[in-house]
């Protein structure tokens, strides 16, 4: 069993960079012009970042921490004619945890993956109900940044699950507001939105400490994917 999901972390890494064909940054130097929906795009890219919200809707107390790698993949709305691909992705690194005392929590998480570098973090409140059902709600704020454009993103995400066996199934709702403004254009543009997305999901624990998770999210009409990988110490 353990070689086996060795096996499939080892996957998810090598997956990584073959499932990001076209590069968000050139993708988006080669085909933004006087005509591109900039208010389109940033909210695809807004949602590319706030499915990341949470991997871990319950993560240990301190000292202990979750830490997961994730691959996010939106597809892209029927407004956006910036991105050429069917699908914006990028990869994420994400770290959590609980304080001791009154249910509160923080996360970091940050990438620099498929021409899109970013850094954020977030404040969470956590409470576990009747021993089974978990809750969290949480603010996050990311800066972003290509070589043609940075975005200031803010999210707030409220999500529930419970254990199941080897499954801890979650779904939840969140708010995405992105500020983009591009750069190294002759004509340069900013772009305020905000955009809603729900998601369903589930974490995958065989031994201790390690599991692989997956979830769909729905976007302003379009359906979202994210996985990876996470520890719990």
């Given amino acids: 069993m ?4 060795c096996a499939l972390f080892f996957a998810v890494l090598c997956a990584l960079p073959a499932a990001a064909d076209v590069n968000l940054s050139d993708d988006f130097g080669k085909h933004f012009g006087p005509g591109s929906n900039l208010r ?6 807004i949602n590319l970042i706030g499915i990341s919200d949470f991997h871990a809707v319950n993560p240990p107390t301190f000292p202990g921490f979750n830490l997961g790698v994730l691959f996010n993949a939106v597809k892209t709305s029927g407004d956006n004619n910036i991105s050429s691909e069917d699908y914006m ?8 945890t609980k304080l001791p005392v009154l249910d509160f929590g923080f996360a970091v998480r940050g990438g620099h993956f498929n021409g899109l570098k970013s850094i954020g973090g977030g404040l969470t409140y956590n409470k ?21 454009y940075s975005l200031n993103h803010y999210s707030i995400t409220a999500m529930a699950s419970t254990d199941f066996l080897v499954f801890t199934p979650f779904v939840g709702a969140g708010y995405d507001w992105g500020d983009l403004s591009t750069r190294r254009f002759d004509q340069n543009r900013s772009s305020n939105t905000s955009a809603a997305r729900y998601t369903i999901g ?7 400490m390690f599991y692989l998770f997956g979830a769909y ?8 994917f994210n996985g990876g990988v996470g520890f719990s110490f």
């Fill in 128 to 148: 576990t109900f009747f021993e089974i059902l978990h809750a969290s709600i949480g603010g996050f704020y990311d800066h972003a940044s290509t070589d043609y």
């Fill in 2 to 5: 353990k070689k086996l999901i």
């Fill in 202 to 208: 589930t974490n995958v624990q065989w031994v201790p």
């Fill in 217 to 224: 999210t729905h976007t302003h009409g379009n359906g979202s």
């Fill in 40 to 45: 389109a795009y940033n909210k695809d890219i």
């Fill in 89 to 96: 992705s990028s990869g994420f690194i994400s770290a959590s």
